[in-house]
C-alpha cells in the first residue's frame, strides 16, 4: 500500500490545501496536536494540528515544524500564514472554524492508518469506496454496524450534502432517530435499498448491509445526486460481498496487532521479553498503572467484574493515548502510561510534572468511571517513571506495592507519594524471606507484650519516634513520663536489651516499625 499524501487528504471537503510546497504528493506519516507546553518532536512526514493557535498567528509554529521536518501543519480559519509557509517548505491546510479539534484528529489519523497500512484492509476498504463511487456515479462511504465511517470516497466533483460532510469530519455518522431508522431499514433488507433524503437540502441515499455468514459487518452508502448509473443497485451488491472479504480481513489483522501488543505487554510486565522487545513501543520513558477492585468488597462474579475492568481502564486509555493495550494479570489490570524521556542527558522538568499528573487524573477518572460502572469500588497505583519499557518490571513492583497501601481513605496513589510505606513494606518482605534478618530482640518485645499484656512494643516504637525523648514519647501514649521510664527500665531488665547501644536501638526501632508497618497492610 502506498503511503499517505496530502493529496489523499485534501479529497475530503473538510480539509483545505492553501499551500504545498512539496506539492500533492508529500507522504504524510502521523498527525499530531500541538500543546504549547511540551516540545515539538523530530517527526519526519507529520501533519501538526494548530490547536490553541490563531491562524494569523501560526507564523513561529510554521517555523517550527519546518525545523522538526513535518510535511505541513493545519489550522482552524483560512487566515493561516501561507506566505512563510511557502517560504519554510510546509504545507498549509486549514479546517472550518466550527470543526472540533478532536473529530480532525480522528478524522485525518483514520485517514492516514488506512492509506498506509500495509495488509490490514482499511487501505483497501478505501479503494474499493473509491471504484464503488467511480461506477455508480455517487460519492460513497462504507460503514461499521455502530454507523462509525471506516472509509469513504475521494472522486472529485461527485455532489454531496451536509450529512456526510459532518460524517467524513467526525468518522461518526450524525446520532439522530431518522439516521437509525434508515439504518435499520438498510439491515433488514435483503439487498440494495433506495432511501429518501431526511430533511431539506439533503440528498437521496442508495444503501446495502455487508454481511457474511448470516452475520451483519456493516454497511456502503452511495449519495444519489441524480445522475446515478442505471445499474447501481447492481454495482452496489457486487460491492458488498467484495466489503464483506475486505472487513473480515480487516477484523483479522486488527486482532492479530491486538493480541501481538497485549503479548508484548505481558512480556515487559513479567520480564520475559527479548532484548529487542521494548523498542517496539517506541516510547522513550513509561509508567505502570496498576487497578484492583476493592479487595473487602462482595463481588459476585469476580472475573467478569475484572473483565469488565479491563474494558473500563482500556477505554479511558485509549481515549488519552490512542490505540492502547492493557492486560489482566492474577487480578490486577495493567496499563503501560508512557512518559517524556531524558533529552542531553536530562529530564524536562515541566514535561514530567505535566505527564504526572496526567497519569494520576487518568487514575482517578478511570476508578472513579469504573466504581459508577461495576458498583464496585476500585483502587489505582501508579510506579515509577522508568527510562524505556526495558523497566517495565521495575515499575510494576512499585505499582504492586503501592496497591497493597490503598484503602477507603486513599484510592489512588503514585508511589512517591508513599515512598515511606513502600519502603517498610520492601523491608518487612526481606525480612520474611530471611531467617537471619527475622531474629533478634524485638521478637522478646513482642513475646513479652502476648504473655503479661504489656505494652513495650508501642512504647519504644515512640520513644525511638521521638527521638529517645522520654517526654515526647509519654505525650504519644497519653501516659505519665516516669510510666514511660518504668516501661524502658522494664525492657532492659526482664529483656537483656541494652538501649543505651546505638546500634540495638537502630535494629530494634527498624524491626519494630517495619513489623508495625506489616501488620497495618500485608500482614507480618
Not at 198 to 219: D, F, I, K, N
Not at 257 to 264: V, Y
Not at 397 to 410: E, F, M, S, Y
Request: negative net charge.
Amino acid at each position: 500500500m502506498d503511503p499517505c499524501t496530502l493529496g489523499d487528504l485534501v479529497g475530503s471537503s473538510a480539509l483545505r490545501l492553501h499551500t504545498a510546497p512539496a506539492g500533492p504528493a508529500a507522504p504524510v506519516t502521523e498527525v499530531l496536536l500541538y500543546d504549547a507546553h511540551a516540545r515539538l518532536p523530530h517527526a519526519p512526514g507529520a501533519l501538526l494540528l494548530a490547536v490553541g493557535v490563531r491562524p494569523g498567528a501560526a507564523g513561529p509554529l510554521v517555523r517550527a515544524a519546518a525545523e522538526a521536518g513535518m510535511t505541513g501543519i493545519v489550522v482552524r480559519g483560512a487566515d493561516g500564514p501561507a506566505g512563510e509557509a511557502e517560504a519554510h517548505g510546509v504545507a498549509l491546510l486549514s479546517v472550518d472554524e466550527e470543526a472540533s479539534w478532536h473529530h480532525v484528529h480522528l478524522m485525518l489519523a483514520s485517514a492516514i492508518g488506512a492509506r498506509s497500512a500495509p495488509g490490514d484492509g482499511l487501505g483497501d476498504l478505501f479503494a474499493l469506496a473509491d471504484a464503488i463511487a467511480a461506477a455508480t456515479g455517487g460519492a460513497t462511504a462504507v460503514e461499521d454496524p455502530r454507523q462509525r465511517i471506516l472509509a469513504y470516497s475521494t472522486v472529485p466533483g461527485q455532489p454531496v450534502d451536509e450529512d456526510r460532510r459532518q460524517g467524513i469530519l467526525g468518522l461518526q455518522v450524525p446520532d439522530t432517530v431518522e439516521n437509525a431508522d434508515q439504518v435499520r431499514l438498510v439491515f433488514g433488507a435483503d439487498g440494495p435499498v433506495r432511501l429518501p433524503p431526511l430533511t431539506a437540502g439533503e440528498l437521496p441515499r442508495l444503501a446495502v448491509a455487508v454481511r457474511a455468514g448470516g452475520e451483519t459487518l456493516g454497511s456502503i452508502w452511495v449519495v444519489d445526486g441524480g445522475t446515478l448509473a442505471a445499474d447501481a443497485e447492481q454495482i452496489l451488491a457486487q460491492g458488498a460481498s467484495t466489503a464483506a472479504l475486505l472487513l473480515l480481513r480487516t477484523r483479522l489483522a486488527q486482532e492479530l496487532a491486538r493480541d501481538q501488543h497485549i503479548d508484548l505487554v505481558r512480556r515487559l510486565l513479567d520480564g520475559s521479553a527479548d532484548a529487542s522487545a521494548p523498542h517496539r513501543l517506541g516510547w522513550s520513558a513509561v509508567r505502570v498503572a496498576a487497578f484492583v477492585l476493592d479487595s473487602s468488597a462482595s463481588v459476585p462474579d469476580a472475573e467478569r467484574t475484572l473483565l469488565r475492568l479491563l474494558d473500563v481502564v482500556r477505554l479511558q486509555c485509549e481515549a488519552r493515548y490512542g490505540r492502547h493495550a492493557c492486560v489482566l494479570l492474577d487480578g490486577v489490570v495493567y496499563a503501560l502510561l508512557p512518559a517524556p524521556g531524558k533529552r542531553g542527558g536530562e529530564r524536562v522538568p515541566q514535561e514530567r510534572r505535566t505527564a504526572d499528573r496526567r497519569h494520576r487524573q487518568l487514575a482517578e477518572d478511570t476508578v472513579r468511571q469504573a466504581a459508577r460502572s461495576l458498583r464496585v469500588p476500585v483502587r489505582a497505583a501508579l510506579g515509577e517513571v522508568v527510562p524505556g519499557p526495558g523497566g517495565v518490571v521495575d515499575s510494576r513492583a512499585d505499582a504492586d506495592a503501592v496497591l497493597r497501601l490503598l484503602d477507603d481513605d486513599l484510592p489512588v496513589a503514585t508511589v512517591d507519594e508513599v515512598r515511606p510505606r513502600v519502603t517498610l513494606l520492601r523491608l518487612s518482605d526481606v525480612m520474611r524471606e530471611r531467617r537471619g534478618l527475622r531474629a533478634g530482640a524485638w521478637r522478646r518485645v513482642l513475646a513479652a507484650d502476648a504473655e503479661h499484656g504489656t505494652d513495650y512494643a508501642r512504647t519504644l516504637v515512640s520513644w525511638f519516634d521521638a527521638g529517645c525523648d522520654v517526654a515526647g514519647a509519654a505525650r504519644a501514649l497519653s501516659v505519665h513520663p516516669n510510666t514511660c521510664r518504668y516501661r524502658l527500665r522494664q525492657v532492659g531488665r526482664q529483656l537483656g536489651i541494652d538501649l543505651e547501644d546505638p546500634d540495638e536501638r537502630l535494629v530494634l526501632w527498624l524491626q519494630l516499625r517495619v513489623l508495625a508497618e506489616c501488620s497495618r497492610s500485608a500482614g507480618p
